[in-house]
């Protein structure tokens, strides 16, 4: 089992950067694909982005693409999500997400944080 924790969340202008972390404690974070999801009042959780267990594929939503990176460091039992260029269309609370599939886009995964809140103001 694997208990999620993000952190980095807070209030920026649009055009801004953020990043996020996800510490992970329990045993095996290597062992986990992690993935970054979002919510905005009164729409769906959404994917974002995904690292497999080595960091060697990711995968981005088309609306994140060029903007947010993803990365992880396994000795730190740390995930990360990079957002550059923030708009006010990122505002939402970001959850990561931790499992042992690969399934790019899919949201079917066993364990969640409490979530962040991202708020871009435009």
């Known amino acids: 089992q694997i208990h999620l924790v993000e952190s980095g969340g807070g209030l920026v202008q649009a055009g801004g950067s953020l990043r996020l972390s996800c510490a992970a404690s329990?045993?095996?974070?290597?062992?986990?694909?992690m993935g970054w999801f979002r919510q905005a009042p009164a729409k769906e959780r959404e994917s974002v982005a995904a690292?497999?267990?080595?960091?060697?594929?990711?995968y981005y939503a088309d609306s994140v693409k060029g903007r947010f990176t993803i990365s992880r460091d396994n000795a730190k039992n740390t995930a990360y999500l990079q957002m550059n260029s923030l708009e006010f269309e990122d505002t939402a609370v970001y959850f990561c997400?931790?499992?042992?599939?690969?399934?790019?886009?899919?949201?079917?995964?066993?364990?969640w944080g409490q979530g962040t809140q991202v708020t871009v103001s435009s």
């Open positions: 690292i497999t267990q080595s960091g060697s594929s990711t």
């Open positions: 329990g045993r095996g974070f290597s062992a986990y694909v």
């Open positions: 997400a931790a499992d042992i599939r690969w399934r790019p886009g899919g949201s079917n995964y066993d364990y």
